[in-house]
T-cell receptor, first 118, second 115 residues
Framework: GAVVSQHPSWVICKSGTSVKIECRSLDFQATTMFWYRQFPKQSLMLMATSNEGSKATHEQGVEKDKFLINHASLTLSTLTVTSAHPEDSSFYICSARGGWRQGPGEQYFGPGTRLTVT | DQQVKQNSPSLSVQEGRISILNCDYTNSMFDYFLWYKKYPAEGPTFLISISSIKDKNEDGRFTVFLNKSAKHLSLHIVPSQPGDSAVYFC??????????????FGSGTQLTVLP
């Protein structure tokens, strides 16, 4: 149980275009979803936290109008990178909380999406 | 300011021996600590956790030790197996307003278990 999927797993887009990444909890209702970004050989940096049905909370330094987050249902959150630029190229990972077996702070992670902006 | 630090970017251990991964933290509000394992191009998977009211938690080959006074925790893997080779992230959690919790991750330690 507690499976989180992401789609697509890998995407290449041209500079200036927008890309949408989906995160789904497959077998539990995710009351909270998180979006992270990871640069090579670095830690996971939290970008934003979203609760179902309310606006996402973006971390300091993360532009909310550039990284749009929608958590429309208890099983789906989307991250849209608008007007993407090469510096947005990164590995984006989502995670979810909501399973009743989870300990404090425990999150289930998706497999990640590799975004390359050319 | 890094609140969770993993000072060793890499560690190599012989198969069958003990692997010890270390993690230090600075925020005294952290009350729950977790270890995640990550393979390349995959999301992290939860390994083991410990509450700040405990000093040890064991699950099979994995044991996490917490020294609150030193703000230090460690993950012991014994015996180490080649399949344990991965990046290990230490993470810490504090209760924010209401019931909200976020994870703060260390920079990770690449463990290589040599056959």
């Amino acid at each position: 149980g507690a499976v989180v999927s992401q789609h697509p797993s890998w995407v290449i887009c041209k500079s200036g275009t927008s890309v949408k990444i989906e995160c789904r909890s497959l077998d539990f209702q995710a009351t909270t979803m998180f979006w992270y970004r990871q640069f090579p050989k670095q830690s996971l940096m939290l970008m934003a936290t979203s609760n179902e049905g309310s606006k996402a909370t973006h971390e300091q330094g993360v532009e909310k109008d550039k990284f749009l987050i929608n958590h429309a249902s208890l099983t789906l959150s989307t991250l849209t990178v608008t007007s993407a630029h090469p510096e947005d190229s990164s590995f984006y990972i989502c995670s979810a909380r909501g399973g009743w077996r989870q300990g404090p702070g425990e999150q289930y992670f998706g497999p990640g999406t590799r975004l390359t902006v050319t | 300011d890094q609140q969770v630090k993993q000072n060793s970017p890499s560690l190599s251990v012989q198969e069958g021996r003990i692997s010890i991964l270390n993690c230090d933290y600075t925020n005294s509000m952290f009350d729950y600590f977790l270890w995640y394992k990550k393979y390349p191009a995959e999301g992290p998977t939860f390994l083991i956790s410990i509450s700040s009211i405990k000093d040890k938690n064991e699950d099979g080959r994995f044991t996490v030790f917490l020294n609150k006074s030193a703000k230090h925790l460690s993950l012991h893997i014994v015996p180490s197996q080649p399949g344990d080779s991965a990046v290990y992230f230490c993470a810490a959690s504090a209760l924010l307003g209401g019931s909200a919790r976020q994870l703060t991750f260390g920079s990770g330690t690449q463990l290589t278990v040599l056959p």
